[in-house]
């Protein structure tokens, strides 16, 4: 019995490594798109570091030790407590749940925290009373997508093969990137890691819309308006000189 429970365990283990490494899908099929070796490894690397950096400013030293037992004082940006806290309270991999799929990107870009283009569109629609189907309820518009969810369950899978990867760094290496230490280094060795370096440029229209306009000052309306009425007079002068030479003739 044990041996079979252990057969399965090992069977889901494969299947889900397996699926991870064949997870490029082809572009011009997006509907089966799944996250990448790559990308899982990005996005752990990338919501670990961002735990550590808000307690790294935590100056408190730690005591331990008990009764009689020599005590031992020591920093907590640099304890074992926590890395451990930055992991695990809550895991680190249920961040990945705050990402949604911006399926107008390219790339590991795709996954992005906030609402996509696309939503926003289709909340924008309901709003003005045009009726949206999507055909799921409209409480779960905002849920973590299928393709989110994979993603976190794959980050559980590669955070736990990685632990002692991260470990290691965490004493030893951290004057080295996380991200190039943890991935590029080691996890992604003999397969594509171009994801690493993909970064998100807002496009021209969104910088043009987010700079504020321009107002005309008082001074350049009022100089329009005398140019407007300079041109009307010198159109009167020249009627009248028309009817003046008139009369004459």
């Known amino acids: 019995m044990n041996a079979a429970i252990v057969a399965v365990i090992l069977g889901v283990l494969f299947i889900e490594v397996h699926s991870l490494e ?88 795709r996954y992005s925290k906030g609402m996509s283009e696309t939503m926003q569109t289709l909340h924008g629609l309901k709003n003005k009373g045009v009726k949206v189907e999507l055909g799921i309820p409209e409480e779960l518009w905002d849920t973590p997508s299928a393709e989110v969810t994979i993603m976190q369950r794959h980050c559980f899978t590669v955070a736990e093969e990685l632990e002692e990867t991260i470990e290691d760094w965490y004493f030893h290496h951290q004057d080295e990137p996380l991200m190039k230490y943890l991935c590029e280094d080691r996890f992604l060795v003999g397969y594509n890691a171009d994801c690493l370096n993909e970064t998100f440029v807002p496009r021209e229209n969104d910088e043009d819309e987010d700079k504020p306009k321009k107002k005309k000052s008082k001074k350049n309306k009022n100089e329009s308006r005398k140019g407007d009425n300079g041109d009307v007079d010198q159109q009167k002068a020249k009627k009248n000189k028309i009817k003046e030479n008139k009369t004459e003739l």
């Open 22 to 109: 064949d997870t490029d899908v082809a572009e011009s099929d997006p509907s089966k798109r799944q996250p990448s070796r790559c990308e899982v490894c990005k996005y752990l690397a990338t919501e670990l570091m961002l735990r550590l950096d808000e307690t790294g400013r935590n100056k408190e030293v730690i005591e331990t030790g008990h009764g009689l037992e020599k005590k031992k004082r020591f920093k907590y940006n640099t304890a074992e407590l926590r890395l451990i806290e930055a992991l695990q309270e809550p895991h680190i991999c249920n961040k990945i749940l705050e990402y949604n799929v911006h399926a107008e990107r390219e790339g590991s870009l």
